[in-house]
């Protein structure tokens, strides 16, 4: 899969733009220019939800009621495909594929094969169990839908779940037996799921780790008490009845699920360096691309923010060389004199000032 064509209107500080990619894109400008904007709005065409703020909202340019973004992507032996997104001030999101108004924005996974790196990446080892959960129900998500659909039934009756613990904790009567049940099945998927997806990062992370040259074994823990087992859940969910009426919430399932970064059996987050967690970082992005690659049975399209600028040089060309073989890329940069002669010369070079191509 390639984007060929990326057109913004009113999209951060772009009033009115198109940019045309080729295999190897490198967008050039300085602080503030817009280069993390387009990429930004690629993803967004993958997965409807910005990974940089909280609501679409926030990306409209000031003073302007709404935006739009749109991309043709092309694949090697399947019809393009056009993704439109429009978001107005206080309104939800329309968006269509080919001209048909999706009815959910669930509908949009899997459409769009990318991956993206960013500085917040560093999260995915330091940051809360909260944002991991997040960062790979995402990842499994975009390359298996059908998990989607299981992890929202689950949220939806974890709420209501928890909503009548509440209630019968204040002494209304209620029956937990149907969100039990509920719970029980789609908490089994969840977790069968994670764990797959948790081996494979397991596996991936430190072959990635190594063969950019850095040593160390890299290993991941799966944190869970989660069965996969749906009778084996309905029974811990009935038996823990008592302490989640005394608590009003419930304490038993995948929401409380974490995973741990290790380096040589030394936790990552409170071990390692910065340059450290960065380099981790980066190999579990090189693990989602391979991943997706095989689960949709097409390369990714690679975005790469400033990430690896605080690496040397020979590292950096060494990461670059690796990263998805055969996906189309595109890096942001404030300049090229980072990258190595044989890699510019088959780049296409995007400009950018303020918001405008140069």
């Given at each position: 899969?390639?984007?060929?064509?990326?057109?913004?209107?009113?999209?951060?500080?772009?009033?009115?733009?198109?940019?045309?990619?080729?295999?190897?894109?490198?967008?050039?400008?300085?602080?503030?220019?817009?280069?993390?904007?387009?990429?930004?709005?690629?993803?967004?065409?993958?997965?409807?939800?910005?990974?940089?703020?909280?609501?679409?909202?926030?990306?409209?340019?000031?003073?302007?009621?709404?935006?739009?973004?749109?991309?043709?992507?092309?694949?090697?032996?399947?019809p393009s495909l056009t993704v439109a997104l429009r978001q107005e001030r206080g309104a939800g999101r329309v968006i269509k594929i080919n001209e048909e108004t999706l009815s959910r924005a669930s509908e949009l996974l899997g459409r769009v094969n990318s991956v993206l790196f960013l500085p917040s990446d560093l999260e995915i080892i330091h940051g809360q169990p909260v944002q991991r959960r997040k960062y790979l129900d995402i990842v499994i998500s975009q390359a298996e839908p059908e998990y989607c659909r299981a992890?929202?039934?689950?949220?939806?009756?974890?709420?209501?779940?928890?909503?009548?613990?509440?209630?019968?904790?204040?002494?209304?009567?209620?029956?937990?037996?149907?969100?039990?049940?509920?719970?029980?099945?789609?908490?089994?998927?969840?977790?069968?799921?994670?764990?797959?997806?948790?081996?494979?990062?397991?596996?991936?992370?430190?072959?990635?780790?190594?063969?950019?040259?850095?040593?160390?074994?890299?290993?991941?823990?799966?944190?869970?008490?989660?069965?996969?087992?749906?009778?084996?859940?309905?029974?811990?969910?009935?038996?823990?009845?008592?302490?989640?009426?005394?608590?009003?919430?419930?304490?038993?399932?995948?929401?409380?699920?974490?995973?741990?970064?290790?380096?040589?059996?030394?936790?990552?987050?409170?071990?390692?360096?910065?340059?450290?967690?960065?380099?981790?970082?980066?190999?579990?992005?090189?693990?989602?691309?391979?991943?997706?690659?095989?689960?949709?049975?097409?390369?990714?399209?690679?975005?790469?923010?400033?990430?690896?600028?605080?690496?040397?040089?020979?590292?950096?060309?060494?990461?670059?060389?690796?990263?998805?073989?055969?996906?189309?890329?595109?890096?942001?940069?404030?300049?090229?004199?980072?990258?190595?002669?044989?890699?510019?010369?088959?780049?296409?070079?995007?400009?950018?000032?303020?918001?405008?191509?140069?």
């Open positions: 899969m390639k984007i060929t064509r990326l057109w913004l209107l009113n999209f951060r500080n772009y009033e009115n733009a198109t940019l045309d990619f080729a295999d190897n894109n490198l967008i050039v400008g300085t602080n503030g220019a817009g280069k993390t904007n387009v990429l930004e709005a690629i993803d967004i065409l993958a997965t409807s939800r910005s990974k940089i703020v909280n609501g679409l909202n926030k990306c409209i340019r000031y003073g302007q009621p709404g935006f739009a973004i749109n991309g043709r992507f092309d694949f090697a032996q399947r992890l929202q039934i689950y949220v939806r009756a974890l709420k209501q779940r928890n909503e009548l613990l509440k209630n019968m904790r204040n002494g209304q009567s209620g029956d937990l037996s149907v969100w039990d049940a509920q719970l029980a099945d789609c908490a089994a998927q969840v977790k069968l799921k994670r764990q797959e997806y948790l081996e494979f990062f397991a596996r991936e992370t430190a072959q990635f780790y190594n063969a950019m040259g850095f040593a160390g074994q890299l290993t991941l823990k799966y944190k869970t008490k989660t069965l996969s087992d749906k009778q084996k859940n309905l029974e811990v969910l009935q038996s823990s009845r008592a302490e989640d009426l005394r608590f009003g919430r419930t304490h038993f399932g995948p929401h409380t699920d974490d995973f741990e970064v290790y380096l040589d059996e030394n936790k990552a987050a409170e071990f390692c360096s910065q340059g450290q967690k960065r380099l981790i970082s980066i190999a579990f992005k090189c693990a989602e691309a391979k991943i997706k690659r095989q689960k949709l049975d097409d390369p990714p399209i690679v975005l790469i923010d400033d990430v690896l600028l605080e690496l040397d040089l020979v590292r950096l060309n060494k990461i670059i060389a690796a990263i998805a073989p055969r996906s189309q890329k595109i890096f942001t940069v404030t300049d090229t004199g980072r990258f190595a002669p044989e890699l510019l010369k088959d780049m296409r070079i995007i400009k950018l000032e303020n918001g405008r191509l140069v």
